[in-house]
Structure formats: C-alpha cells, structure tokens
C-alpha cells in the first residue's frame, strides 16, 4: 500500500496528556535516516506538565515502509495536536494548516536511543528512529530516485573479509581434486558466516549483497545459486549496478541446477565437440540484450577457451 502525504507549516502547541501517565521516555529529539541523511524529523519535549512538539518532513513524498520516493518540496513542521499512550506507544495526531487534514502516527517506547515511526491504520514496516539531538531534515533528494531506509553507503568488514577469503581460495591455485574438497568445506563455512550476517541485518550496502552473492554462487544446490541471485537483486536495487553480472551467472547456474537449459550462456566449459557453453537456450535473450548486463559476446568466447585450458584457472 503506497501512503502519499502532502506535509503543510504549523505552529508547535501543547499536548493533553492523560494525568499519571508516563511520558519522559518519549521526550527528545528523533530522526529517521537514509543512509547520511535525514528524512523525518519528530520533536517532543515538556512544557508546563505536557508536552509540545512537532514532526518535521518533507513537502511530498510517496512511502510504502522501508522505501520512500518522489521526494519534493520544502521542509515543513506538521502540529502534533493530541497524544495518547497506549500500551507500549504514543499515538500521535498531526494536523497542517488546515485542521480538517489529519495524520495519525504510532510512535513505539524508545530503548537504548532508538524508536520507530508509522502511519496508524496502514500495513506498513515502521520507519526506525534514532534519539538525535539538533537534527534537520535533509534537503537535497533525487524526486526520480526511490531510497530504501535500509540504505548504507558503508560496508560492513566483517563481509569483506569473508569475500576476500573466497576469493583467496581461488587465485594461482593448482587445481586438484583434494584441492577442491578442501576449499569445498572453507565454502561451507563462509555459507553460514553469511547467513549469520544476514540473520542478524548486518548487511546494509549494495556492496555487501553483491559479496554476499558470490559467497552463495559457490554453493553446492539449487537452493544457494537461487540465494545468490535474490542477494545480487538486492544489491542492485541498492544501486550496486555491477551486480548485473552475478545476478545473470547465478540465475544460469540455478537453471543448469534444476535440470534447465541456461538463458545467458555463461555458464562455460569445454565439450568433446569443442562447444564451450553447457546447455543454453540462446532463443529467448538476444544478444543485444545480454550487452546490457554487461556479458560477453561471441567473439570474447575465443578468449574465454584459452582461459579455461590454463592449468589450474577456475572460473568464478
């Protein structure tokens, strides 16, 4: 469901609260970020036994959640003009200049310096909020781009080291088959540190899904190609554009896996009849289509067979 919300100037007033109730934990600064900027701004603060306080965001703005797009507009500060906690959130009901227009809002209690932000009524993920003192709402947004608040621009080390280490086990190595039982078993584990990581959210980037991708590419079951290829859609959706050519490796690698003829030829080795592609259905993706992920055209294959006949090269 895509909420779309027009935010309009107010004044900051007042809350009426409900007498003995507890409303310290809400008070503060709390912003909602993309990445390195801010989004939404909400203010709460005491004044004379209650509360005063405002959410500041921009003009328009088109959300589903976790994503946000056709941002425009000025900032504006929208009344908050009742609050009432309910259980373990405050909700909250702002109004723009015109009384008649009204948002609700459910705030959750804040812990350890973060809360979470959504529309009452809707079935939409709450925006995370973190206790932020003097934030602004950012005012330099693409309105053609579509922002995920699951953004980060900053990777996380703890994949890159598990993608280094892959691709350690595979450069000027001396390919044996007790090599690749061995290396098999390092796969393994990688497979599950990256599991861990994404278990507990602490793949943020573009980047750390594309790594993440080739960690899966070099499973063993259908099941880890296909992990691979929704982890490099990930990362392409995060703007990763590089992760086109994980993203068509793996989806050819998946179909080989479930007994399909492969779409993107790139999936290669070297048949007793010289063919260097494995089964390939080259019908449905055109040439010209498969430049725009950036895949190899026919003439680079002669390049590719002189690789694959090196000893001891092991394609990725």
Not at 148 to 159: D, F, K, N, T
Not at 257 to 266: C, E, K, R, V
Request: hydrophobic residues 40%; neutral net charge; charged residues 20%.
């Amino acid at each position: 469901m895509k909420k779309t919300l027009i935010a309009c100037a107010a004044f900051t007033l007042g809350l009426s609260m409900a007498a003995g109730q507890s409303i310290a934990s809400y008070v503060g600064i709390w912003s909602v970020r993309i990445d390195t900027q801010t989004f939404a701004v909400v203010t709460l603060a005491m004044d004379k036994g209650g509360l005063v306080g405002n959410i500041t965001l921009p003009e328009r703005f088109e959300t589903n959640g976790l994503t946000i797009s056709n941002i425009s507009g000025a900032v504006h500060e929208n009344l908050i003009e009742k609050a009432v906690i309910e259980g373990s959130t405050l909700h909250l009901t702002t109004h723009s200049t015109d009384p008649t227009e009204k948002d609700e809002w459910i705030m959750t209690l804040p812990a350890g310096g973060a809360s979470s932000l959504r529309f009452a009524g809707m079935p939409m993920a709450a925006w995370p909020m973190q206790s932020e003192p003097g934030a602004k709402v950012s005012l330099s947004w693409n309105k053609d781009r579509t922002y995920s608040l699951l953004e980060s621009s900053v990777s996380s080390p703890e994949m890159a080291k598990i993608f280094a280490e892959d691709q350690r086990v595979r450069t000027g190595v001396t390919w044996t088959s007790e090599y690749a039982s061995k290396m098999a078993l390092g796969d393994d584990q990688r497979r599950e540190q990256v599991r861990n990581l994404l278990e507990k959210g602490k793949l943020r980037s573009g980047l750390d899904f594309e790594r993440a991708a080739f960690i899966f590419q070099h499973g063993e079951k259908s099941q880890d190609f296909l992990l691979a290829h929704v982890l490099a859609l990930a990362a392409l959706a995060k703007g990763q554009n590089s992760a086109s050519w994980i993203a068509s490796v793996s989806l050819d690698r998946y179909l080989l896996a479930i007994g399909q003829p492969q779409i993107l030829g790139t999936q290669m080795n070297i048949g007793l009849d010289g063919s260097l592609r494995k089964p390939y259905d080259s019908t449905l993706v055109s040439e010209s289509l498969r430049r725009q992920l950036g895949l190899q055209s026919p003439k680079d294959e002669v390049e590719q067979i002189k690789l694959l006949a090196q000893p001891g090269f092991t394609p990725k």
